[in-house]
């Protein structure tokens, strides 16, 4: 399967999808937290390398930024950067965890050749501020082969294979047996495999690696598997810390604009308004982004993005950004909003939306218990929507319907005489890990009027009452 | 209703002492039910006694590991202490406690019991296993539902009448007054007799932190999330008399007394007989002891002992019958003669080493003529305390010790002792860390940023320290409670050898639990247990030496057609002294350590005795004190021997004046500090202990004291008090030195006049010592030993010799080939040997990661040429089945080029880890000298030529880095070149600076200035330049001593 692709190989795709490992060393860590898996530049150039334990890495460099990979936010992000590669190539296709491949012969002509297509990438690559390591080949293995390998750039077919079969072995991504076998022969490169009789090879060493070495040259046909585009533009990124000015969005934010000038390239679309949220801790916050006419490029969504963020006044910080497209530009305007009185008015999550956007989000909640000694920590309050947690315990003892918010001072003569202890006393005391120890004695009391409290005396001798039984 | 006065409660503090009333906690656990408990024993006895308890039991769950530390304290403060465990059946609890030493017994058999059927550290128990305890009382504590407790109580009430009880625990938790109700009557309506107890975690409420975050550890939780796991208040301490009365009334609270008064059983009661077996009928067993000495004497003294010695055996002999320790000797002599009948070199030390009796039995080798001064100190009788007899046997065949001592005693009466495993700063920060919330990642960093080989006291202050300034509420937490429960218990691991055996069954005596290793037993005490017991146990310790010393005279022994027994090895060799003088010790026991071999060349020794000094002088206690210099001067006659006294004279004569050994300094402290020889005894202790508790400081004080007092210099007596806390990081007896001493005169003598046989010897041994095979090999070789590589046609198993000095490396060093392979290979290795790879494949059946691994090695180049030719015949299909026939025919001949010089010594280290051709220095050396990064280099054997204080450049592989706890921030590096090793001295600011290349290089350029003083030479490092990129291929490991 022979032709003209391109590779595009990120290395450090799960390192650099944190967007501010720039300016300091930083380091990703295996899943178990232990050793060293990248490393960027800066933390290189103070001697940390994969394979480090993280404990002598920050021996070399106490200042260096870890971080853990995701495999979900990885795999997102290399879906993104197909995305962004509908510019260059009708036909994508994604190679996990860190490639992407384009077929580029049938490109040739609309980027006026090959180094007219290389400087464009060139161009667009600057901005995605990662890591690329780029080939080209005849197969899809040849490029990738090669990107692995350094990179390298050719038309012609014999340069290719000249250039290949110095290639060392380790870069064929063969089994760690396999490779050693290769090894254990003195044989290092792929062009010394290559020289060695075929029959003898399969024979020794197995069928695949013929196969491969078949698919790389281009005698046994290889076809990747093309990346089909979703039908809605919708992206989103986990930013690694908590981001408090607005300006401070825009680079996390240009990728994924880049990503969506790629998408909208290969669908000859144009954006019309962007929805764009901003993530916090606990809810999000929407935005609307609008263009009259519709666009496509990234370079003029980002301008209108800035203004609109300029004015931003950011109440929380933010940790993740959502990007979709809702309407092209072919679509119609003029859908429907919330309050349509043809909604069906009388459904309960309705009702809570609805209460929700009046009242707005803080007004409405639920209560649900958790466990902690402490009545005042037994229990916390949820959103209104979302889901139950999976467990709820709460304490085995006799506990008032009604807590107080705070406790209130009862006058201590009154204890013991108008006041009448009941039952009790029930002990709790804990929570000194969190600043909020209590050290009580609760008792049920009754009131001369006949209601019964829920009442304590603290460590100081003080009496208060926390609650009221039913 | 309920007035104030009646509700509200007393509070905690003792106080109440003077109270008619008497109580007894029946329901205690210790720190050692693990991660439960929140407070020492001793903690709680001293708690139980304040508060003016009339009795404590501790009844850790379904264990008694903690009761012996209790029942010290409790002899101590004058407590009265019960023994009884806990047992958890879902909620409900049964507590049992013993009350003879036959209830004991008992009890002890019940957990054995449920321990020995469960994985370690568990225990699985059925209510239908409680039909043996007699002599036992039982108190049971019901759950959460009333029909199971009022079926479960009639159940123990129909067995176990009169010596049952409902046990009433009131903690002030929830739903506490409905629990009380239902209980009471219930009990009432059964007419089971009700007790009260308060289900005890910790001997204070203050613990109540501690005992959070240990609850939190054991649910791998943190505190914050722990939520109602953790108790809800800190009740289950032990509380106040004051307190107890208004909480259960006067009634339960008579009770407790009551029972604590049937419980009779005291710890000390404990003894235990020594197997009678040993002993034939119609003989006591001194009169068998005394043959067995006679017999033995004849040996050892074949001319007939002098009259001193034979007061000495009298001597020794009437003590050992005062303190009833004849089977304790007659056990350990029938270890020793089994192991000698099966040719297993085993030799004793530690304080029986001072003793003739031992010396005949054949228990120890140190003729007591040569170390006349040594036997004064043998078995104690003020001490009364068990003699200490450690015997050490070749490491690789203890265990057909062990399986013999199992085998002969039965597993029913032979166990191992325990080793308790306590928090130390490195679990606590984990652990304590993880339970207050903090992300694993700081707590890694911490960890990283801490020196490890601080003691835990500075170590505590360098993490208060990463804390800053200002440190937040949860650091500060965090080192609160690392302070708190560091020492605490976590689980009890098998002791390295300490067996104990007795006459009846062993779990009579102390409950027996599975040890990790399967078909391992080991006993709930540990050996400080024992000892406080006075229980003897026998150490059975496994030592490399021996083995290497062993194969060594074996081979020597085939050479000369008659065997070599270590006693053939002639006394007072001087040219072993001299090449011991020169430093010349690799592979050597003990004095081969780069510390050893510069002190070598100072101390010269010439005699046995000066052995016995060297092994003994390169220690933490004499260097903090500060001896080793003071020794050397007057050795070399630059300072008078003198003393201050006659009495000291004495004591420290052998040593020339200058204390060097633990036992002249507790002596000492008697002859010049005024010590009373318990009080000595008492220090001795104390030093031992010092790591776990760290108080030695008022045994320093009394010494200066005393020793001012006695009008000693104030100077040497700091000295004294400095060299005390040194042996108290690592103690090193006299004795153990006599010991050892032998072992380095016997393998030095090796390796002096066999050079080839003792560098097998260590190679067949291996892991041990201080070197890798490649260093002990290059040795050799230095030492004239021709090696010859491994072929598959002239190799054995073993290394082995094929001549005076000659030698060829054996199968066992390929690594991934195991020895059943090798074995089949050699059975069927035609006497002229095979003739082609395809012959051999033909021969032997072997899978191919086997042939690999012989390929790898480089043992088939002499039938393929070289590795790489080997292998691609190897991947041929196998000769013997019939395909192969059809391919001969069409093969195609393949020839692949031959590795080069380097890829043939990257493929040895790797693959065998011996090299014998050139060292990769040499040929870096060849490629780089003249103009390259090695410009200026100098060998190391070339160093010894050069002026003190010159700037020198040496470069070489690294093979050690050490950073040993006695000396301040340096580290030792070794290099290695090809004409020998190069010391390195890296300061602290120099390694802080250069960190990258001092931590990460496997090849090393030193620029820095030769120090030499005599034959010792070192270099002070300046710049360090990480070179290994010279040699990318060749990864060598070094071994990183941190």
């Known amino acids: 399967m022979k032709g003209l692709w391109l590779y595009l190989h990120f290395p450090l795709l799960a390192l650099e999808s944190h967007s501010d490992v720039l300016e300091q060393p930083a380091a990703l860590l295996d899943e178990h937290a232990v050793r ?137 991504e063969l089994d760690e047996r396999q490779q050693s076998r290769l090894k254990g022969l003195g044989l290092s490169r792929l062009g010394q495999l290559q020289a060695l009789p075929s029959r003898e090879l399969a024979h020794r060493l197995g069928a695949a690696l013929s196969e491969q070495l078949a698919c790389i040259s281009g005698q ?56 764009l949220s901003l993530e916090h801790t606990q809810e999000q916050q929407q935005l609307t982004i609008g263009h009259a006419t519709g666009e496509q490029r990234a370079e003029a969504w980002l301008e209108l993005c800035h203004l609109r963020l300029e004015r931003l006044q950011l109440s929380r910080p933010v940790v993740g950004l959502r990007l979709e497209v809702h309407e092209l530009r072919e679509l119609e305007p003029g859908r429907e909003d919330l309050f349509s009185p043809r909604l069906p008015a009388d459904a309960p999550a309705q009702l809570l939306s609805r209460l929700t956007s009046r009242l707005g989000e803080q007004a409405l909640g639920r209560l649900v218990p958790c466990e902690d000694h402490r009545p005042e920590c037994s229990w916390r309050r949820l959103p209104a929507t979302g889901r139950w947690p999976k467990e709820m315990v709460a304490s085995s003892g006799r506990r008032p319907g009604w807590l107080l918010m705070s406790p209130e001072p009862l006058v201590a003569d009154w204890v013991g005489s108008s006041i009448a202890l009941l039952e009790g006393p029930e002990r709790i005391a804990g929570g000194w890990w969190d600043q909020h120890p209590v050290r009580r004695d609760y008792y049920v009391a009754r009131w001369p009027d006949g209601r019964c409290g829920w009442v304590f005396r603290d460590a100081g001798g003080g009496w208060f009452v926390h609650g009221w039984f039913g | 209703m ?220 943190s505190v914050h999330r722990a939520g109602f796991l953790l108790e809800g208040n800190a009740e289950r301490h032990l509380r106040s008399l004051r307190k107890l009365e208004q909480l259960y009334g006067v009634e339960m609270i008579a009770e407790t007394v009551a029972i604590a008064e049937r419980c009779g059983f005291d710890l000390g009661e404990l003894r235990y007989e020594y197997p009678a077996e040993l002993v034939p009928p119609r003989m006591s067993a001194a009169e068998w002891l005394a043959q067995r000495v006679r017999e033995g004497e004849q040996v050892r003294f074949p001319e007939g002992a002098s009259d001193d010695l034979r007061r000495q055996i009298d001597h020794e002999l009437r003590l050992i019958g005062r303190m009833g320790y004849e089977h304790f000797f007659l056990t350990i002599e029938d270890i020793v003669r089994f192991a000698r009948s099966r040719g297993i070199l085993c030799q004793g030390r530690g304080s029986a080493a001072n003793s003739v009796v031992c010396y005949c039995l054949g228990i120890t080798e140190v003729d007591p003529r ?147 290793m399967s078909e ?175 108080t030695i400081a008022e045994y320093q004080d009394k010494l200066r004291a005393g020793m001012r007092a006695r009008g000693y210099d104030g100077e040497f007596a700091e000295r ?134 012989l390929a790898a090695s480089g043992a088939l180049n002499g039938l393929g040429g070289h590795r790489y030719q080997a292998r691609w015949e190897l991947l041929d299909s196998d000769p013997r089945l019939a395909l192969g026939e059809a391919r001969a025919a069409e093969a195609q001949v393949v020839e692949l080029p031959a590795p080069d010089e380097q890829q043939d010594v990257v493929e040895d280290f790797r693959h065998v880890g011996v090299s014998l051709g050139r060292h990769p220095m040499a040929m870096l050396r060849e490629r780089y000298a003249a103009s390259g990064p090695l410009k200026g280099c100098l060998p190391a054997a070339t160093l010894t030529n050069h002026e003190h204080g010159k700037l020198v450049r040496v470069a070489g592989l690294v093979t050690t880095r050490q950073r040993p706890g006695t000396s301040s921030g340096v580290t030792f590096v070794t290099l290695e070149d090809e004409t020998g090793p190069v010391n390195v001295v890296v300061w602290r600011d120099t390694a802080q600076a250069q960190r990258q290349a001092l931590l990460n290089a496997g090849i090393l350029q030193v620029t820095g200035t030769l120090e030499k003083e005599g034959q010792v030479v070192h270099v002070i490092a300046g710049r360090l330049t990480d070179i290994s990129e010279l040699w990318q291929q060749l990864r060598l490991k070094s071994r990183d001593f941190h």
């Open chain 1, 220 to 275: 046994q046909a290889d076809p990747p598997e093309y990346f089909v585009p979703p039908e809605r533009f919708c992206r989103a990124i986990t930013l690694s810390h908590e981001v408090e000015r607005a300006a401070a969005l825009i680079f996390p934010l240009r990728r994924l604009l880049e990503e969506l000038e790629g998408f909208l390239h290969a669908r000859c679309r144009r954006a019309v308004t962007l929805e």
């Open chain 2, 520 to 694: 391992r037993s080991l006993i709930q005490w540990n050996k400080d247990d024992l000892e406080a017991l006075g229980l003897l146990k026998v150490d059975v310790l496994a030592l490399g030496m021996l083995s290497a010393i062993r194969r060594t005279l074996d081979m020597l022994g085939e050479r000369r057609g008659k065997p070599f027994p270590m006693q053939d090895i002639p006394v007072d060799d001087s040219e072993v002294y001299d090449m011991l003088s020169n430093g010349d010790s690799v592979g050597v026991f003990q004095v081969e350590s780069r510390a050893q071999m510069n002190m070598l060349p100072r101390l010269r020794p010439r005699c046995y005795y000066d052995l016995v000094v060297e092994v003994a002088i390169v220690r933490p206690g004499p260097i903090q004190g500060d001896m080793v210099h003071p020794y050397l001067r007057r050795r070399d006659g630059l300072e008078e021997v003198s003393y201050p006294d006659e009495a000291m004279r004495k004591v420290l004569e052998r040593t020339l004046g200058i204390p060097i050994f633990q036992e002249q300094v507790i002596q000492l402290a008697m002859v010049a500090g005024g010590f009373s020889p318990g009080e000595a005894d008492q220090l001795r202790r104390a030093m031992a202990a010092w790591r776990r508790s760290g």
């Open chain 2, 720 to 853: 004294i008090c400095q060299q005390i806390e040194g042996f108290g990081q690592y103690g090193f007896p006299e004795s153990h030195a006599a010991s050892f001493a032998l072992l380095v005169y016997v393998s030095a003598w090796l390796k002096c006049h066999h050079p080839a046989a003792f560098c097998c010897g260590l190679l067949n041994s291996q892991p041990m010592g201080f070197y890798s095979p490649s260093q002990l090999v290059q040795d050799a070789q230095r030492h004239g030993v021709e090696v010859r590589p491994v072929d598959i046609n002239a190799s054995d198993w073993d290394s082995s010799l094929e001549g005076d000095r000659i030698m060829r490396l054996g199968f066992r060093l390929i690594k991934g080939l195991p020895r059943d392979a090798a074995e089949r290979l050699m059975a069927a290795r035609p006497e002229t040997g095979f003739g082609s790879i395809d012959e051999a494949r033909r021969c032997v059946e072997l899978n191919s990661r086997e042939w690999e691994a």
């Open chain 2, 370 to 516: 040569q170390a006349t001064l040594l036997f004064e100190r043998f078995i104690s009788e003020e001490r009364g305390e068990p003699p200490d007899i450690d015997v050490d046997f070749e490491h690789e065949r203890r265990e057909e010790v062990i399986q013999y001592i199992y085998q002969r005693y039965g597993r029913e009466r032979a166990g191992l002792a325990a080793t308790v495993i306590s928090y130390r700063t490195r679990s606590a920060l984990r652990d304590v860390g993880k339970a207050l919330g903090l992300d694993p990642l700081y707590l890694n960093w911490l960890s990283s940023q801490l020196d490890r080989r601080a003691g835990q006291r500075s170590w505590l202050e360098e993490l208060r320290a990463l804390g800053g300034e200002n440190p937040s509420p949860r650091f500060v937490l965090l080192v609160e409670l690392i302070e708190e429960i560091l020492g605490f218990p976590r689980h009890l691991s098998q002791h390295v050898g300490g067996f104990v055996i007795s006459s009846g069954p062993l779990s009579e005596l102390v409950p027996v639990e599975n040890a990790a």
């Open chain 2, 2 to 221: 309920a007035g104030l006065a009646d509700r509200q409660l007393a509070d905690d503090s003792p106080g109440a002492r003077h109270s008619p009333l008497a109580f007894a906690e029946l329901h205690c656990l210790s720190n050692f039910s693990f991660l439960r408990g929140a407070s020492h024993p001793e903690e709680l006895v001293r708690r139980a006694s304040e508060l003016g308890y009339r009795a404590l039991a501790i009844t850790d769950e379904c264990s008694v590991a903690g009761v012996v530390r209790a029942w010290q304290e409790a002899c101590v403060v004058g407590l009265k202490l019960l023994v009884g465990a806990e047992f958890r059946f879902a909620d409900e609890r049964l507590v049992i406690l013993a009350q003879t030493r036959q209830g004991y017994a008992r009890l002890c058999a019940l957990i054995t019991l449920g321990r020995r059927r469960a994985p370690k550290g568990q225990y699985w128990l059925d209510w239908q296993d409680l039909d043996q305890l007699d002599d036992c009382l039982l108190l049971y504590r019901p759950g959460d539902d009333p029909n199971e407790a009022e079926r479960r109580a009639g159940w123990l009430l129909e067995r176990y009448a009169g010596r049952c009880w409902w046990l009433y625990e009131r903690l002030l938790g929830p739903a506490d007054e409905e629990r009380r109700r239902w209980q009471l009557a219930l009990a009432d309506r059964l007419r089971m007799p009700m007790v009260c107890g308060n289900a005890v975690l910790m001997h204070h409420p203050d613990r109540q932190r501690l005992q959070d975050v240990v609850t939190a550890i054991r649910h791998g939780v």
């Open chain 1, 36 to 172: 060293i898996v990248q490393v960027n530049a800066l933390a290189q150039a103070c001697g940390v390398v994969p394979g480090m334990a993280m404990a002598s890495a920050l021996s070399l460099e106490p200042r260096l930024r870890l971080l853990q990979a995701c495999a979900e936010q990885h795999r997102s992000q290399l879906e993104g950067l197909g995305l962004w590669s509908g510019r260059f190539s009708a036909r994508v296709s994604l190679q996990p965890p860190d490639g992407v491949l384009l077929e580029i012969a049938s490109m040739l002509r609309y980027f006026q050749g090959l180094d007219g297509l290389r400087r464009r990438l060139r161009q667009q690559l600057e901005k995605l501020d990662l890591t690329c390591v780029t080939a080209t080949g005849h197969t899809p293995r040849a490029a990738r082969l090669l990107a692995l390998d350094g990179g390298f750039w050719a038309e012609d077919e014999s340069r290719h294979e000249q250039r290949l079969a110095r290639v060392p072995l380790a870069r064929l």
